[in-house]
């Protein structure tokens, strides 16, 4: 009767690194103490201090390939099953490198998140997205464009201001931008991003979560920031409403049976390039957005 019930929490640090038991067991500390901070269940042991040899060739020759048009936008629709409609796309950044050929974002973005370069990765990607929304609408299709941005744009004290100024530049109504940031990333800092998060939902700029449900957050995490979308990472597409990563017919079938409609995947399309004259962040052309199935 006299007992009290006590609620632990635990860190989990992982090493697989052969080495002595001395720098294993410090090495597991250091991911378990990265782990309780970003409030992971657990963390596996990175040596971020020893970066490859390829990772320093992709930096090396990041800043050349953003001012050399090396870097592109694709675009891949956002498809309303229930009315047969692409209602937007996701803009996806891709770098055909004459060094590396062909990198997909998992690739580079995170080194260029490392070593802070992300801030002009971002600047471009968004005035790009945002020059072929307003040509977009010039051509009367109306459909949301989203786009990636990291966390550490968020936090930065000079994003919402630029934001602002893209915004009135290339004449883009606020309401039909969405900005896509991964739960972890959100859920990491999500006290020092709620001032941006408050300033763009006064603005009417949407904000979704991609990949929810392979971090850590909660249902209580969602109630204190102003999201409009939840993407649900393709182990859990038949959870809620915006399913990405849908690749089968069975696929599409069990979410519809779930009442959820609105997906993205290669079921109905692959990332798409707009005609333009060259595959860069420059001199874009206009191409009506159209799948074999759907069209806006």
């Not at 038991?21 to 042991?45: G, M, P, V």
């Not at 090396?60 to 498809?79: H, K, R, S, T």
Request: hydrophobic letters at 40%.
């Amino acid at each position: 009767m006299n007992t009290i019930p006590i609620n632990l929490n635990c860190a989990l640090g992982i090493t697989t690194v052969k080495t002595s038991l001395r720098e294993s067991i410090n090495r597991s500390t250091f991911a378990s103490r990265f782990a309780e901070k970003a409030s992971l269940d657990y963390a596996y042991f990175k040596d971020k201090s020893k970066p490859s040899t390829n990772d320093l060739i992709i930096l090396g020759n990041f800043q050349e390939a953003l001012y050399n048009d090396e870097l592109y936008l694709v675009y891949q629709p956002q498809i309303d099953t229930a009315t047969k409609k692409v209602i937007g796309v996701e803009a996806l950044v891709r770098w055909d490198s004459k060094v590396l050929g062909t990198l997909k974002p998992r690739n580079f973005v995170p080194l260029v998140e490392q070593a802070h370069l992300i801030f002009e990765l971002t600047a471009a990607v968004i005035k790009t997205a945002f020059e072929t929304q307003h040509m977009l609408l010039q051509n009367y299709v109306s459909i949301k464009m989203s786009i990636n941005i990291s966390v550490k744009n968020l936090l930065s004290q000079h994003f919402f201001i630029d934001l602002s100024n893209w915004l009135k530049t290339y004449n883009i109504p606020s309401k039909s931008i969405e900005f896509e940031i991964t739960e972890h990333g959100i859920m990491s800092d999500s006290e020092r991003s709620m001032d941006t998060f408050d300033k763009m939902d006064k603005e009417q700029i949407k904000i979704s979560i991609d990949d929810f449900g392979t971090g850590y957050s909660s249902l209580s995490h969602l109630q204190t920031l102003p999201i409009k979308t939840l993407k649900i990472d393709k182990y859990f597409i038949n959870i809620e409403p915006l399913a990405e990563c849908v690749e089968t017919t069975a696929q599409v079938e069990l979410l519809k049976s779930l009442n959820c409609n609105l997906m993205q995947g290669y079921s109905f399309a692959e990332p798409m390039r707009l005609k333009h004259s060259k595959y860069g962040f420059k001199k874009m052309k206009i191409m009506s957005l159209k799948t074999d199935c759907f069209m806006v």
